[in-house]
């Protein structure tokens, strides 16, 4: 199959290119060229912000399937729905759980939405969640995208398949999800304060070797046009099971002090509702599309710290250990 990605050099799409390429697939990234091209792999150099002026180039290369890794908002979207709407077979959207409702309950509170959440499930009514709270988010809004693409599928025939990625962690994590940990652990950090309400919200995910062949899966399969899927593990890990599954991976004790929130530092003080799980249920990529994990939970957490102790990043801590060490001696102290 002849595969445009949009993006595909950095964390999610470099794994989607290895695994694309493992199964003999024509490759074609679409990339502001500032990071390494993988071998056996063409590269178009552009801005997305400028993609309708690539139209003749794209088209005339007759792609049968396009991957857009990295849609922020129908934005985004539109000008590749304008370039291949009638001249593709097939194309892929990564989308997130923060499309659901519940996604929005968790950020701002009100009553929670039941799960496990199904493709079916009620999504965000309020835009932008995030606007002024991260940089380069102002306009980041997955269902703006989500509902561009099932516009133009009704007015155009627009093939798509949206695919909700969960947490995602796997080597060459820009975010490097469990840093956190990892690092105390290594610092020989048996103590680990930690907010109280946090220890039992369940929070969906996925290893990012497992979710790429999700993508594939939709890429080739007929019968994921005009489809929404889940992508996440079967089993849904709470805050303190993550803890301790990283711990016994790592061989290295710990001792979680659960301290409630109100007690903590101001600007360490969590506004999220914990209340709110976000937990999905894949079941429906699996039957349609005959998806499962390559690598087990525990595999995959293991490949991840294993990238991560290698790879550790210099990033500024808010709460020094001298911080914590006091927290805690506070809480010895007096109890909450």
Known sequence: MKILIIGGTRYIGKHLCEHLLTKNHDITVFTRGNQPIPDGIKHI???????????????AEKFDGVVDMLPMNEQDSLPLINIFKGNIGASVHISSQDAYLAWEIFHKGGMSSPIPLTELSARRTNRYLYKGKYPGTDTYDKVLMEEALENAHKQYAFPYTILRFPKTYGEFDGQVRFQYMVKRLLENRVQLPVIAEQLNWLWGSGYVKDMVQAIELALVNKNSNAQIYNVCNPVTLSSIQEIELIAKIMNKPVEVIPIPNKFWPKDLQSELNFYQHIVTDSQKIRT???????????????????WQIKNLKEIPEKFSYNDE??????????GF
């Open 288 to 306: 349609a599309l005959g998806y499962k994990e390559t690598y087990t939970l525990e595999e995959g957490f293991a490949k991840t710290i294993a």
């Open 45 to 59: 150099q552009g801005d997305r912000n400028q993609l309708l002026s690539f139209k003749s180039q794209l088209l």
């Open 325 to 334: 060490d006091q927290l805690i001696q506070k809480y010895n102290s007096i």
